[in-house]
């Protein structure tokens, strides 16, 4: 992660926060900049040792994106093009945390982590790669070149670079979304000791929920069959999902007042890191879910968010679904000599549904597998914006089209 908070006990404070506080309906954010005044703010991302290259393209579509980056880095608007609705999981100039209903000191710490200009400029640079355009960074002498021409030959100069074919110098791109491969990574077959069903950490309050009106379950198993996963700890974040808004679900202020007890937030925290293959099972509302970020090592929420691109998938009323075998690796020696750690996601649901019908064979039956789809994207609110591919899933979009084509 590039930008940090001061203290790690604020981290901590702000994403407890950002997953836990209440959605406050505002009205959109309208923004009225011209054509000139855009222009001049995208540009200053057009330098003299640095600019942005996308082969084909023009001035005038850097400039939009560039935009609609800054928006949506800034919570003002969707990824997927609409103007959002301000709730306090997203950074907005015009209203203060506090005004959102956030406690005055999370709200400030808030303000210092998602609305710092750093972390804007990070998030707005990964909205633009995303999207298809390349940083490109020159060597001194051909910076000084650049410096050293009139303004309007630098204008002129940067209305052609921003869509020529072909450019030099050091290329930075962000062209692939799915999980790094390296043998480092991988999960072995079989268990690494027998299987568990973590439900709690005492053992007399160790008792499977039972499901209510309109639930279903999530299945997701951490599998530590990886020496770099040996007796580490890792949670998941799932959030509720408004397919038809390209947005997620926020539980509303009042939502003690009008007794609702609807899932918004999933977070699926490894309970025994010493087991190697734990089963855990999470009752949540009947509905659709992405995958919203992990950490590993550590309990706390992510600090990261794939609302740029994540995995979505539905869980219906009365279902087990099983999501994933989750591994949490840390500190694994790749093969060009880094080290990383990352959750390994993986699935095998014979596995899962065998060892399940060892340690609950009622619920073995029920078992279903997940049916993942990509790109499901959703307001940007996290210390880190990114976008998430699971292999081999098709994109929402196309499997819309699809259905819709079918239903002709």
């Given at each position: 992660m590039t930008v940090f908070l001061r203290s790690s006990a604020a981290l901590v404070a702000v994403f407890f926060a950002l997953q836990a506080a209440p959605a406050a309906a505002q009205p959109k954010v309208e923004n009225g900049d011209s054509a000139e005044e855009i222009a001049k703010d995208a540009a200053r991302d057009l330098k003299d040792n640095r600019f942005y290259n996308k082969p084909g393209a023009t001035r005038a579509q850097y400039d939009a994106d560039?935009?609609?980056?800054?928006?949506?880095?800034?919570?003002?608007?969707?990824?997927?093009?609409?103007?959002?609705?301000?709730?306090?999981?997203?950074?907005?100039?015009?209203?203060?945390?506090?005004?959102?209903?956030?406690?005055?000191?999370?709200?400030?710490?808030?303000?210092?982590?998602?609305?710092?200009?750093?972390?804007?400029?990070?998030?707005?640079?990964?909205?633009?790669?995303?999207?298809?355009?390349?940083?490109?960074?020159?060597?001194?002498?051909?910076?000084?070149?650049?410096?050293?021409?009139?303004?309007?030959?630098?204008?002129?100069?940067?209305?052609?670079?921003?869509?020529?074919?072909?450019?030099?110098?050091?290329?930075?791109?962000?062209?692939?979304?799915?999980?790094?491969?390296?043998?480092?990574?991988?999960?072995?077959?079989?268990?690494?000791?027998?299987?568990?069903?973590?439900?709690?950490?005492?053992?007399?309050?160790?008792?499977?929920?039972?499901?209510?009106?309109?639930?279903?379950?999530?299945?997701?198993?951490?599998?530590?069959?990886?020496?770099a996963a040996k007796d580490r700890f890792g949670r998941i974040e799932l959030y509720r999902y408004d397919a038809a808004k390209g947005d997620l679900h926020y539980q509303p202020r009042d939502w003690k007042k009008k007794g609702d007890l609807t899932t918004y937030v999933v977070p699926i925290i490894a309970g025994d890191r010493r087991a190697g293959y734990e089963l855990r099972v999470i009752p949540v509302t009947a509905g659709d879910y992405v995958l919203g970020g992990w950490t590993v090592g550590t309990n706390t929420p992510a600090a990261s968010s794939y609302c740029f691109g994540a995995p979505t998938f539905s869980v219906k009323a009365g279902e087990y679904v099983y999501l994933a075998d989750a591994t949490p690796v840390m500190g694994a020696q790749l093969a060009d000599g880094s080290k990383t750690s990352t959750m390994v996601l993986t699935r095998n649901m014979a596995q899962a549904q065998g060892e399940l019908a060892k340690l609950r064979p009622e619920l073995a039956g029920k078992l279903t597998e997940a049916s993942i789809r990509n790109r499901a994207s959703y307001s940007c609110a996290s210390v880190t914006m990114d976008r998430y591919d699971w292999p081999g899933a098709a994109d929402v979009a196309a499997v819309e089209a699809e259905g819709a084509e079918g239903g002709r």
């Open positions: 560039w935009q609609e980056c800054r928006l949506i880095a800034r919570g003002s608007q969707l990824p997927r093009g609409s103007s959002s609705y301000y709730n306090p999981m997203m950074y907005n100039p015009s209203i203060s945390p506090l005004a959102a209903g956030i406690g005055g000191g999370i709200g400030a710490a808030i303000a210092a982590a998602i609305a710092e200009g750093a972390a804007r400029r990070e998030n707005r640079k990964r909205c633009l790669l995303i999207r298809g355009w390349q940083m490109v960074k020159l060597p001194q002498d051909k910076a000084q070149a650049i410096a050293a021409m009139t303004d309007e030959a630098k204008e002129a100069y940067f209305n052609s670079i921003v869509g020529a074919a072909q450019v030099s110098g050091e290329i930075e791109r962000k062209d692939k979304f799915t999980p790094l491969e390296d043998p480092a990574l991988a999960v072995g077959a079989g268990l690494a000791s027998p299987a568990t069903l973590w439900l709690h950490k005492d053992p007399a309050k160790a008792v499977m929920p039972v499901l209510a009106e309109g639930q279903g379950a999530v299945v997701v198993a951490f599998n530590r069959n990886n020496p």
